[in-house]
């Protein structure tokens, strides 16, 4: 069964400054795989998925994620963040090939931008 | 845009009582999900449906139910709820395959077992 690693459960970093928020996953083969944003008392929209192709795919709100192979890993990077990206971001994968769409998750990390 | 809302979106529940948590979707989905979040977990699969009429067991189905009784509409049924079940859940719709393969989240739901 595939699995989802998020190595830092909490990241704080400086309004202005670059983020990466690292991703690991467990799986035989390329995965769908996703990046989500919670804010707080909300559900999770999404912020970029990757399928196939170019392994670096741009997202909302200048987020970009960069996919590798060979690391097994999804990071996700935004080069400024803003007070409002303060959120909670959770990693998924999903198998292909498959019709269930079910989404494995990571433990989510707990991003604080200060102002 | 996409559309999924739950209802209540918060409950207090007793312990041994009958829990019944409603999710509608406007995105003519086929499938549609059931999860919880939980500190420590992140989001965990209950259920799923591919359509009206069907469910299915996710990754921790025990001491809950599902019905997909039409294409909007998915439920989550504690028929004996617990403590341990006092959580947030979560709803989600979504087609799948190829370049289109996305889940759209409700808000969510707190539900607190007392």
């Known amino acids: 069964a595939q699995s989802v690693t998020q190595p830092d459960a909490r990241v704080t970093v400086s309004e202005g400054a670059s983020l990466q928020l690292r991703c690991k996953y467990s799986y035989s083969a390329t995965p769908y795989l996703f990046w989500y944003v919670q804010y707080p008392r909300q559900g999770l929209q999404l912020l970029l998925k990757?399928?196939?192709?170019?392994?670096v795919v741009q997202g909302v709100n200048g987020f970009e994620a960069e996919f590798s192979k060979s690391n097994s890993s999804f990071h996700l990077r935004k080069a400024s963040v803003h007070w409002s990206d303060s959120a909670v971001y959770f990693c998924a994968v999903s198998v292909t090939g498959a019709n269930t769409g079910k989404l494995t998750f990571g433990h989510g990390t707990i991003l604080r931008v200060h102002p | 845009e996409a559309a999924v809302t739950q209802s209540p979106r918060n409950k207090v529940a007793v312990t041994g009582g009958k829990v019944t948590l409603s999710c509608n979707q406007t995105n003519n989905h086929n499938n549609m999900y059931w999860y919880r979040q939980d500190t420590g977990h992140g989001l965990r699969l209950i259920h799923y449906s591919y359509g009206a009429g069907s469910t299915e067991k996710g990754d921790i189905p025990d001491g809950y139910k599902a019905s997909r009784p039409s294409q909007e509409n998915f439920s989550l049924i504690l028929e004996l709820a617990t403590p341990s079940q006092t959580s947030v859940y979560f709803c989600?719709?979504?087609?799948?395959?190829?370049?289109?393969?996305?889940?759209?989240f409700g808000p969510g739901t707190r539900l607190t077992v007392l």
């Open positions: 990757y399928y196939s192709g170019d392994p």
């Open positions: 989600a719709s979504g087609n799948w395959g190829g370049d289109y393969a996305e889940q759209f």
